[in-house]
């Protein structure tokens, strides 16, 4: 099964300040993958997905970008943080040809705190 | 607004009892998928239903499906307080996005 990396598990980030975020993926090729925030006791929201290297979609206008490097390597960014942007974010990857299921696998999250 | 949407929002049971969860949503899909979130982590999928099943077990989960009335039910049978954690529904319509709900947050009292 897939395993998912990123890190770090914590930020705390002055408004107006860069965000990197990083998430990689293990054991399996050619993935889907997402990026979601979840805000505190809420549902997930789909911020971008990528089918491939270099392709990315956007869900939700905002300060936040994202790019895919490579093919089981997936960033977030941000040129200047908003305190909105606090929540905790969470990497995705699926592999519908592989496993036969869109099944999501998570990474461990990072909760990002804007002050 | 949201494709699957969980009820209810909160559950608090004692151990050893059964806890139901239901999610509804809004159009046609291949198939539906349940997920647990402990607190400050990332999701887990715990078993997927397709468009032309009915019910599915995986241990002490029991999921049912009725496509006609767009929703489904999570069962967890005889409840542990290691169960305590947020359950989603999630729902795949075919594109490359799966759409989850608000979650049920489940505390299982010992």
């Known amino acids: 099964s897939q395993t998912i990396h990123q890190w770090p598990a914590t930020l705390v980030q002055p408004v107006g300040s860069p965000l990197s975020l990083e998430c990689t993926v293990e054991g399996t090729s050619n993935p889907n993958l997402y990026w979601y925030r979840q805000a505190a006791g809420r549902g997930l929201q789909l911020l971008f997905y990528s089918v491939g290297i270099g392709q990315i979609s956007s869900e939700v206008p905002q300060n936040l970008s994202a790019s895919r490097p490579q093919d089981r390597q997936f960033i977030l960014s941000s040129k200047k943080l908003l305190l909105s942007d606090s929540g905790f974010y969470l990497c995705a990857s699926s592999n519908l040809l592989a496993d036969r299921t869109d099944t999501q696998y998570f990474g461990p999250g990072t909760r990002l705190t804007v002050l | 607004s949201q494709q699957g949407e969980e009820d209810p929002q909160a559950l608090s049971i004692q151990e050893g009892e059964n806890a139901t969860m239901n999610c509804s949503y809004k159009?046609?899909?291949?198939?539906l998928q349940w997920y647990r979130q402990n607190s400050g982590r990332g999701l887990v999928h715990l078993i997927l239903i397709r468009s032309n099943e009915r019910e599915k077990h995986s241990g002490r989960l029991r999921v049912t499906l009725d496509t006609s009335k767009k929703s489904s039910s999570l069962l967890i049978t005889a409840s542990r307080a290691a169960d305590t954690a947020s359950y989603f529904c999630a729902t795949d319509t075919g594109g490359f996005k799966t759409i989850f709900g608000a979650g049920t947050r489940l505390f299982v009292k010992a």
């Open positions: 159009t046609s899909i291949n198939n």
